[in-house]
């Protein structure tokens, strides 16, 4: 029979509150924040340590963790009518992805995963070194897939990247989750720094692309999580060994690779309006419009 306090602590996070939503949170719910858009450079105020420590918090109690079967059954389908060779899954090889140093993960790592079997419209791109100019707070991803065509092979591109990839060297120190709690978020501080980093991550995916929902697969060290971000929270598989089941790190990559544009979250009903073209020019010149009649309203 369960404790008394073991009890009472699972009914304290069932009736917390959630912390409010400051203005200014990037959450995964796709809302605008100021420092992520050159447009809103000048008007920066939260360093990237707190921007983490906020959208972390404005997620609290989101998180559900499943088995990997779970999550694959319910997130990553089988494309129709192809067979899936699981007899290969089994025989992947992953084992030349270190676990020692974070900055030897990622060249073995993406040659492992750019493989015509597994990946045959993506590629697998390491960009540690530099951000994306676009974003003001340039924040940077360890790696990522990107379409074969529109893919960035010296900075991180939240305009064109598919499927975000964090590696980290400790299976649990930098755990952002916790299979064995009560609670599905990880408590220390250094695992809670994690789950900030990969969460505004995720924000500024939804920032910058039209998205109902967006993956993450996050290495700890041999160790591996798959993450599922969507508006109302984050579903990640519990914690998975891919050099003890290799299958399930191939399975993962193989069924993406197949996944249709809305299976992978593009958002089918939105358009992206792009530079110069017409309807960018119209919407320019209603917000000015809109600018100017503020403007004498307030004068």
């Known amino acids: 029979m369960a404790q008394p306090q073991v009890i009472l602590r ?44 906020d959208v972390r ?92 065509d529109d893919a960035s092979h010296d900075s ?18 930098q755990d952002p989750l916790d299979d064995s709690g009560l609670a599905p978020e990880a408590w220390a501080g250094k695992r809670k720094e994690v789950l900030g980093q990969v969460m505004c991550y995720a924000v500024l995916v939804f920032n910058n692309q039209q998205r109902t929902h967006h993956f993450t697969l996050l ?3 041999p160790m591996a999580r798959i993450m599922r971000w969507d508006r109302s929270g984050l579903t990640a598989t519990n914690k998975f060994d891919y050099t003890k089941k290799p299958e399930y790190l191939a399975q993962f990559l193989w069924r993406f690779g197949r996944m249709t544009p809305e299976q992978r979250g593009h ?20 917000a000015d419009i809109q600018t100017k009649a503020r403007d004498v309203l307030s004068s």
């Open 267 to 286: 958002d089918p009903t939105a358009q992206r309006i792009l530079p110069g073209s017409d309807d960018y020019k119209l919407m320019h010149a209603r």
């Open 219 to 221: 290495l700890l060290g």
């Open 156 to 173: 991180t591109r939240w305009l064109s990247i598919e499927l975000s990839i964090e590696c980290k060297t400790e299976p649990t120190q």
């Open 57 to 148: 918090l404005s997620m609290a109690g989101r998180a559900v963790l499943l088995s990997f079967d779970e999550f694959m059954q319910e997130f990553v389908p089988a494309p129709a009518g192809e067979t899936e060779p699981a007899d290969r899954f089994k025989t992947a090889d992953f084992s030349a992805i270190p676990h020692k140093v974070e900055f030897d993960m990622y060249e073995p790592m993406t040659a492992a995963f750019n493989q015509d079997w597994l990946l045959p419209h993506d590629v697998a791109v390491a960009t540690p070194h530099k951000a994306d100019g676009n974003v003001a707070s340039m924040q940077k991803i360890d790696s990522g897939l990107y379409p074969r």
């Open 10 to 53: 699972y009914l304290n996070l069932l009736v917390t509150p959630f912390p409010p939503v400051q203005p200014n949170d990037a959450s995964p719910l796709g809302k605008k924040s100021y420092h992520n858009s050159r447009q809103f450079a000048s008007i920066q105020v939260p360093t990237i340590e707190q921007k983490r420590r």
